[in-house]
């Protein structure tokens, strides 16, 4: 009788397990804020990722966060590549290149779009000597950057078949790459920030539907990429 009304007594002490409890987490959420004050990209990921699993049961994927970034170096990249495309549209407008060369940001960082005519013949890849002197002086402006850099080609719909290309895959692959030799060579931007793209016919900028259409979509584009995008790029050993 005794055991059992000592059995139905409140126990007064239950009350320290809510609040050692309330104290871990605590600890925890100090530990989580003194981290990120010192955060870079991969530390952030990794706990924000942590964090997710244990209290959704699923991963955190970048870019999802709709707030402002935390990823360093996002405004900088905007202020530093605005200000590549202002001495860029400066260099277009002293040349008379209003037309041939356009330049433009979006989320993959600057985009330098330059029409084939500017630097090729028709159905050819190699880069006219008497205009090699524009890329040069467009390339010395990108110099510096630490960003990735990504030439892509591209042609019109119009099949080709001679001696030296199959396709406009071909052709456009083989333009870009001339674009990169000349960047790296005679420019001097490390060969391990660039990268040649061939797109061939296959993303037009407007249909195919008239000549004039065609020449806009024949066009070789270098693209200054966000930083950000450079640990998606393979790493050399």
Same mark, same amino acid.
């Given at each position: 009788?005794?055991?059992?009304?000592?059995? /139905?007594?409140?126990?007064?002490?239950?009350?320290?397990?809510?609040?050692?409890?309330? *104290?871990?987490?605590? $600890?925890?959420? &100090? #530990?989580?804020?003194?981290?990120?004050?010192?955060?870079?990209?991969?530390?952030?990921?990794?706990?924000?990722?942590?964090?997710?699993?244990?209290?959704?049961?699923?991963?955190?994927?970048?870019?999802?966060?709709?707030?402002? /970034?935390?990823?360093?170096?996002?405004?900088?990249?905007?202020?530093?590549?605005?200000? *590549?495309?202002?001495? $860029?549209?400066? &260099? #277009?407008?002293?040349?008379?290149?209003?037309?041939?060369?356009?330049?433009?940001?979006?989320?993959?960082?600057?985009?330098?779009?330059?029409?084939?005519?500017?630097?090729?013949?028709?159905?050819?890849?190699?880069?006219?000597?008497?205009?090699?002197?524009?890329?040069?002086?467009?390339?010395?402006?990108?110099?510096?950057?630490?960003?990735?850099i990504r030439v892509e080609g591209f042609t019109d719909d119009l099949p080709i078949h001679n001696s030296k290309f199959d396709s406009n895959w071909e052709l456009s692959v083989i333009r870009a790459t001339n674009v990169v030799k000349i960047l790296v060579n005679e420019v001097g931007i490390e060969p391990q920030r660039i990268s040649a793209v061939g797109?061939?016919?296959?993303?037009?900028?407007?249909?195919?539907?008239?000549?004039?259409?065609?020449?806009?979509?024949?066009?070789?584009?270098?693209?200054?990429?966000?930083?950000?995008?450079?640990?998606?790029?393979?790493?050399?050993?």
């Amino acid at each position: 009788m005794k055991r059992l009304e000592d059995e /139905s007594k409140p126990n007064h002490e239950r009350w320290l397990l809510t609040y050692s409890d309330m *104290i871990t987490l605590l $600890l925890i959420f &100090f #530990i989580v804020m003194y981290t990120i004050s010192t955060i870079n990209a991969t530390k952030f990921a990794q706990i924000a990722s942590s964090l997710s699993k244990t209290f959704t049961g699923t991963d955190y994927v970048i870019g999802q966060y709709s707030g402002s /970034s935390f990823v360093q170096g996002n405004s900088g990249d905007k202020n530093s590549l605005g200000e *590549i495309e202002k001495q $860029l549209n400066g &260099f #277009i407008k002293e040349n008379n290149l209003q037309g041939m060369v356009t330049s433009y940001i979006d989320e993959r960082g600057l985009v330098i779009s330059m029409q084939d005519s500017l630097l090729f013949d028709l159905g050819s890849a190699d880069v006219h000597p008497e205009e090699k002197d524009v890329l040069i002086k467009i390339g010395n402006m990108l110099k510096t950057l630490p960003n990735h850099i990504r030439v892509e080609g591209f042609t019109d719909d119009l099949p080709i078949h001679n001696s030296k290309f199959d396709s406009n895959w071909e052709l456009s692959v083989i333009r870009a790459t001339n674009v990169v030799k000349i960047l790296v060579n005679e420019v001097g931007i490390e060969p391990q920030r660039i990268s040649a793209v061939g797109y061939g016919e296959y993303r037009p900028v407007v249909p195919n539907d008239s000549e004039e259409h065609r020449r806009l979509n024949r066009r070789v584009d270098i693209v200054i990429m966000n930083t950000e995008y450079n640990k998606w790029e393979p790493k050399s050993q």
